[in-house]
């Protein structure tokens, strides 16, 4: 698999402080990857790096072979920002208009309407976004980030303003847009949101990648746990195979055995033994 | 996508966010009023003067120094709101907007940042001129109809008036660049106000033979150059009015001493550049 983004040895410091030291990563293209990370972590200085609002201190960033920030790296990409705001007096078209111009997109009014329909804003075409709620504005956001087409979407904390069905909505165009080839770089505080859609995750502390996985490879086995008539007892670290002894064990010494099933570790709890109980 | 296409999108998008904002109907009701404020001055000030020059021995024409004084005024008054409207429609354009949100968006498209910081200025620039040439020649009908008075050259002061408030849009985008809106602002009218008070000093210093005065403001004309390109549009004003009523206008405080030269206007187009210039270099190296 190509690499639709790929980071190296990037390196980005703001005065004294260091946002990003030494991040190497890589979202393949199709591949929607999960970043998380406490607050100052450096996911938006990445993801800033990544559509060239930022340049970095040192290493790089390629998407789809081009230099982030270049022309054709933009000409590529969508964008929503964690903290953005768009025109209080253009309707939704208007700003969609705007954009697809910017962008050079030929789609006009037909790609407008699809993508106002996608996030649930086909009736809101004609509102101004100074009448909008903050939900609605981060659909129109979400739509605006994706004029054009874009190989490679990089969206900021793109749910959090959202309520759970617009969560639900733009879960479903995540999942939509992964399955026709466009790769995404997602920053969510969310984790049930990233552990529900993403193919891959990073996690990004103190400017690191600290863990990097699959969500099924990162939340590994959390061991065994036995319903007995004393109560609930878990197994630490114990897989599927080891489950027959230790029922023979609990048995042998004299338990009832009511339930027994496999504990999974959640992505909260890598999450939190990842960071280390840091916040930002 | 063509050459002017984003600049022309990017442009559109400025006057829209000018009108929208209500800039344009603030400055439409201002100037309606200023204008008709300023009829009724000329008016009364001809009338009046009339009686007041039947005792002063012709020595100065009445009519002249009536109307190049009130339209000395006018385009002090021009140059003001010219000033104002270039401010507010390049207010907060880089820094401001990043803060905001509302930059980011745009900047993240495959348009150049010196495009699209060029594409602002032309908006702002060519509104800002337009409006300036407009209320100017508006001025020029109300006081050649109240006095039957028409300065020496027509064309030329209103064109360096708008040149004026050309290169104050142009400092105002650098400006923008380093400044949050509100310091943004500040700045370029404290710039502003500076450059005319050098317009003052050079004045007084011409009317009380002071050198060292004369040479401050010489030197606030071409650091701040559209302070020589107003006084010389002042001057442009009464430029062949000879005798005493031309010595008296060009001493005056909306009388302009000293005429705006090849130099200064060469300069005043290198100056611009220049300006323009270090905001894209600036704007260009910005972390948004």
């Keep these: 698999m ?78 929503l920002a964690e903290l953005f705001r768009f025109p209080g007096w253009a309707t939704s078209d208007e700003l969609l208009t705007l954009h697809q111009r910017l962008a050079g997109s030929p789609g006009g009014e037909a790609e407008r309407s699809r993508l106002l329909d996608l996030v649930g804003l086909a009736d809101a ?5 100074e009448a909008m709620s903050k939900g609605m504005q981060q659909r129109l956001g979400i739509a605006q980030a994706l004029i054009g087409s874009p190989r490679l979407l990089l969206l900021d904390e793109p749910t959090s303003a959202l309520d759970p069905v617009g969560r639900r909505i733009v879960r479903e165009v995540l999942d939509g847009l992964r399955d026709s080839g466009v790769s995404i770089l997602l920053n969510s ?13 990073s996690i990004l502390v103190g400017g690191r990648v600290v863990r990097e996985g699959r969500p099924s490879e990162l939340v590994g086995p959390g061991g065994v746990k036995v319903e007995t008539g004393t109560g609930t007892k878990v197994f630490e670290g114990r897989t599927r195979e080891d489950v027959p002894g230790i029922v023979a064990e609990l048995v042998a010494a004299g338990e009832e055995i009511y339930e027994v099933g496999l504990r999974h570790a959640s992505l909260e709890e890598i999450y939190l033994d990842a960071v280390g109980g840091k916040t930002g | 996508m063509s050459a002017l296409g984003p600049v022309g999108t990017i442009i559109g998008y400025a006057l829209r966010e000018g009108l929208r904002r209500r800039i344009f109907a603030v400055v439409l009701a201002l100037t309606v009023a200023f204008l008709v404020l300023y009829a009724v001055a000329a008016h009364f000030a001809f009338r009046d003067v009339q009686s007041f020059a039947a005792g002063q021995g012709g020595l100065i024409d009445p009519v002249s120094f009536t109307g190049s004084t009130i339209f000395g005024l006018a385009m002090f008054s021009i ?74 050259h027509a064309l030329g002061p209103g064109v360096g008036l708008a040149f004026a408030v050309a290169i104050i849009a142009a400092l105002s985008i650098l400006v923008s660049v380093f400044l949050s809106a509100t310091a943004q602002g500040i700045a370029v009218f404290m710039v502003f106000g500076a450059g005319l008070v050098a317009g003052l000093l050079d004045q007084i210093g011409q009317a ?59 300069w005043s187009v290198i100056y611009a550049a220049a300006i323009l210039t270090v905001a894209c270099w600036g704007f260009r190296r910005r972390d948004l």
Aim: hydrophobic share 45%; charged share 15%; proline share 3%.
């Design chain 1, 2 to 79: 190509s690499a639709a983004l790929s980071a190296h040895g990037l390196q980005k410091s703001y005065g004294g402080k260091r946002a990003l030291d030494g991040v190497d990563l890589e979202i393949g293209e199709g591949e929607l990857l999960g970043l998380l990370g406490p607050n100052g972590a450096g996911k938006s200085t990445l993801t800033k790096i990544a559509c060239g609002l930022v340049s970095p201190t040192d290493g790089g960033v390629e998407v789809l072979g081009h230099a982030a920030g270049s022309r054709e790296a933009r000409a590529e990409i969508g964008y």
């Design chain 1, 125 to 129: 075409a004609g509102t101004r976004v």
């Design chain 1, 189 to 201: 505080h969310l984790l049930t949101e990233v552990e529900l859609v993403c193919d891959r995750v």
């Design chain 2, 79 to 152: 140059l003001f709101l010219g000033a104002v409207l270039a401010v507010f429609l390049t207010l907060g354009v880089v820094r401001g907007d990043a803060e905001s949100g509302l930059l980011q968006p745009l900047v993240v498209r495959p348009v150049g940042r010196s495009v699209m910081l060029l594409s602002r200025f032309a908006g702002a620039g060519l509104l800002a001129t337009a409006y300036v040439l407009c209320v100017y020649f508006a001025c020029l009908g109300i006081t050649t109809t109240a006095g039957d008075w028409s300065p020496d």
């Design chain 2, 208 to 266: 009380i033979d002071s050198g060292t005065l004369h040479s401050i403001g010489q030197v606030g004309s071409w650091v701040l150059p559209f302070e020589g390109l107003y006084a010389g549009s002042l001057h442009a004003l009464v430029s062949d009015t000879s005798g005493l009523t031309g010595f008296v206008l060009q001493l005056g405080p909306f009388g302009g001493s000293e005429a705006a030269g090849a130099p200064l206007i060469a």
